[in-house]
């Protein structure tokens, strides 16, 4: 045996093997990564530039031949949108910076203290930061073996949740030593979230009154995905009715709709935007509105919904609008993340 591989091997072996006190003890933890979609540095044109030529990249996304794709999104799109998203975000964005990120931040804080020192707990976003790759980085770098990574998104989806695991796997290319892995690919099942989720309308609903339709919103996407075979749309409707069903409420006064679409092809209906047109025309004047698919506020939750949509509604006769925020960083919500997890450690 050579020296310089001797010398390679007892570095091994000391590092890995006979750990000091202390790096055993992080071996021996398991590393938890929470993760959620992502969010610019800045309300800035330039800053968002980058994170939607980061976002709108990703072929989970936009399912659309590269080639032409790529001459769409660098020749039209983000010429225009970046300054148009620059002035929505501006309108959210608080002294903490983000709403997404700081909410999602204080999430990571709770788990970590309720999980206790045997967990190593990491936030990252799919697009901007903290980014997937630096927070995989430090788990490497503690010489964690195992890693739970948990996208908080509780429907399925591809353009999410699929798109999460892309980017941990890609990372892990990179490694010579993978770690053991396990990837929770949604919880709509989860008895503590339904229950969460249920008693946050029903919070609502005892402070304002029951409304004459709740409408659970969620991130659209094209049809075409469904038609290939995405489960999300089926997993929304399923999160509406059992959420409906804990309530105790009528079928007919809960209804499911999707938002945020762009483009001119067809994307799952029925359409937020359009739905709160029509209703008030069928004598439906107040309403209450959630969207169940995002675990933390952003700008599809606190600018499109509280702010566009309540326009639609009442500039079309509707008379009370409420937003039911996101679970965030509520008790109850932390609970069922970290029933989650549990389940899985």
């Not at 590092?15 to 398991?30: C, I, M, S, V, W």
């Not at 790759?133 to 990574?149: D, N, S, Y």
């Not at 690919?185 to 339904?194: E, H, I, W």
Request: hydrophobic share 35%; with cysteine.
């Amino acid at each position: 045996m050579s020296n310089r591989y001797r010398a390679i091997t007892d570095r091994v072996e000391e590092r890995f093997h006979h750990p000091d006190p202390e790096t055993r003890a992080l071996q021996q933890k398991t590393g938890v990564l929470l993760t959620n979609l992502g969010t610019p540095d800045a309300p800035e044109a330039p800053a968002l530039r980058r994170y939607l030529a980061e976002f709108l990249s990703d072929p989970r996304v936009i399912e659309v031949p590269r080639l032409l794709w790529k001459t769409i999104l660098h020749g039209v799109i983000l010429r225009v949108r970046p300054k148009k998203s620059a002035a929505a975000y501006a309108k959210i964005w608080t002294e903490e910076g983000s709403p997404l990120l700081a909410i999602s931040q204080r999430q990571s804080e709770a788990v970590q203290q309720a999980l206790g020192e045997q967990v190593v707990v990491k936030l990252a976003m799919r697009y901007g930061n903290p980014s997937i790759p630096k927070a995989m980085r430090e788990f490497q770098e503690l010489g964690i073996r195992r890693i739970v990574v948990l996208p908080l998104y509780p429907q399925y989806a591809a353009p999410t949740t699929a798109s999460t695991f892309d980017a941990v796997s890609d990372e892990l290319k990179t490694w010579r030593w993978v770690p053991s892995i396990s990837f929770i690919s949604g919880y709509v099942d989860n008895p503590l979230y339904l229950s969460a989720l249920a008693q946050s309308v029903q919070d609502h609903i005892n402070e304002h009154g029951l409304p004459d339709r709740i409408l659970f919103s969620y991130h659209g996407m094209p049809k075409r995905y469904l038609d290939n075979g995405d489960p999300y749309h089926c997993l929304c409707c399923k999160t509406t009715r059992l959420v409906q069903e804990k309530l105790g409420l009528e079928k007919e006064r809960c209804m499911t709709t999707f938002q945020s679409r762009f483009g001119r092809e067809e994307w799952l209906k029925p359409y937020t935007d359009e739905t709160l047109e029509q209703l008030p025309k069928e004598g439906v004047k107040h309403i209450a509105i959630l969207s169940p698919a995002f675990s933390v506020d952003c700008l599809e939750t606190l600018e499109e919904l509280e702010m566009e949509n309540r326009d639609y509604f009442m500039e079309a006769g509707g008379e009370t609008y409420h937003y039911i925020p996101a679970l965030n960083d509520r008790e109850d919500h932390i609970a069922a993340i970290v029933d989650v997890l549990r389940r899985e450690l």
